[in-house]
């Protein structure tokens, strides 16, 4: 079971997006499946993607506007700017 309210108690950001990622690769992980999260943009517009790391690797040496690639949720979190509400 996860608890991600607590996370929103004093308002929430569009880096909620990172900790839904985060909660969905763990889950991942502890289920023996290849594929991560990756995330696109920010805002209202962000995207997640499920990629193996074989392939988020391929496709970050084709894509270099770190706006539009996927990124891991971590990186995503530096590059986008929280907008609090």
């Given at each position: 079971m996860y608890d991600i309210?607590?996370?929103f108690k004093?308002?929430?950001d569009w880096t909620g997006a990172k900790v839904f990622a985060d909660l969905l690769n763990t889950e991942l992980a502890r289920q023996g499946i290849a594929?991560?999260?990756y995330l696109?943009?920010?805002g209202n517009e962000v995207q997640l993607f499920f990629?193996?790391?074989e392939?988020?690797?391929f496709i970050d040496t084709f894509l270099a506007d770190r706006y539009w690639?996927?990124?891991e949720p971590e990186t995503w979190a530096r590059?986008?700017?929280?907008h609090r509400v």
């Amino acid at each position: 079971m996860y608890d991600i309210v607590e996370e929103f108690k004093n308002g929430y950001d569009w880096t909620g997006a990172k900790v839904f990622a985060d909660l969905l690769n763990t889950e991942l992980a502890r289920q023996g499946i290849a594929e991560r999260v990756y995330l696109i943009n920010g805002g209202n517009e962000v995207q997640l993607f499920f990629l193996t790391p074989e392939l988020y690797r391929f496709i970050d040496t084709f894509l270099a506007d770190r706006y539009w690639k996927p990124l891991e949720p971590e990186t995503w979190a530096r590059v986008m700017p929280a907008h609090r509400v």
